[in-house]
């Protein structure tokens, strides 16, 4: 099994529904992150989280709202889709402060298609 | 806030030729560093990091990069290039003084490799 597990692999959804992307690590890592990514503009920042009673905001947080559920999951939620939400998500996770680590590790990515 | 810049949005190269990514950033101090691959429809892969010591860094699949500190770069190398490794490569960039916290990423370089 991979490190770090995304579902769905691929949605395309309605304008105007809810969706939630989801994500699940075995790493055993404290932090875990959401980006999306799209051509030209390379991965920018939607939310992270330290550890399981800590959310943030990153750049791009308009419009998505997260949830920790535990140590080992973050979900990623779309109130309302938009068309301009289409794009590739990616779920990462890395060590705590004080760890070198390997930077992060990232899922598969999610493939959403807002139409 | 840190920032990443990548000159080169294409780059195409001959099989068996040199390769050099260009990645700039700007921070107050010196960041973590990190470059990134992603061949198509994968998530991204750890390549290289530098931390601290030595100026160069070694990575997988025969690529290294130099942090050099008076001009803000830390660009990526492969002495012969193989067909296998047409990818799109991204640097990324982190703070210190609390782990390397969030990464910030270039906007990523499309490498293309000619027979």
């Known amino acids: 099994d991979a490190d770090v597990t995304q579902t769905p692999r691929n949605r395309i959804t309605k304008t105007g529904k809810r969706i939630m992307l989801e994500c699940s690590q075995t790493?055993?890592?404290?932090?875990m992150y959401w980006y999306r990514q799209d051509p030209g503009l390379g991965l920018r920042l939607i939310y992270y989280?330290?550890?399981?009673?800590?959310?943030n905001k990153g750049e791009i947080s308009d419009g998505y709202s997260v949830s920790r559920q535990a140590q080992a999951k973050f979900s990623l939620s779309l109130e309302s889709a938009i068309p301009n939400q289409t794009a590739l998500y990616f779920c990462a996770t890395s060590d705590s402060p004080g760890r070198t680590g390997d930077g992060y590790t990232f899922g598969s990515g999610t493939r959403l298609t807002v139409v | 806030a840190q920032s990443v810049t990548q000159p080169d949005i294409h780059i195409t190269v001959s099989e068996g030729a040199s390769l050099e990514l260009r990645c700039n950033y700007s921070y107050g101090a010196t960041p973590y560093l990190f470059w990134y691959v992603q061949s198509p429809g994968q998530g991204l892969q750890l390549l290289l990091k530098y931390f601290s010591g030595d100026t160069l860094v070694q990575g997988i699949k025969g690529f290294e990069a130099e942090f050099k500190r008076s001009q803000s770069s830390f660009n990526l190398r492969k002495p012969s290039v193989h067909w296998s490794d047409a990818a799109e490569y991204f640097c990324?960039?982190?703070?210190?003084?609390?782990?390397?916290?969030?990464?910030?990423f270039g906007k990523g370089t499309m490498l293309l490799v000619s027979p």
């Open positions: 790493k055993g890592h404290d932090r």
């Open positions: 990324a960039v982190g703070a210190r003084g609390s782990g390397y916290s969030t990464l910030t």
């Open positions: 989280s330290f550890d399981v009673k800590d959310i």
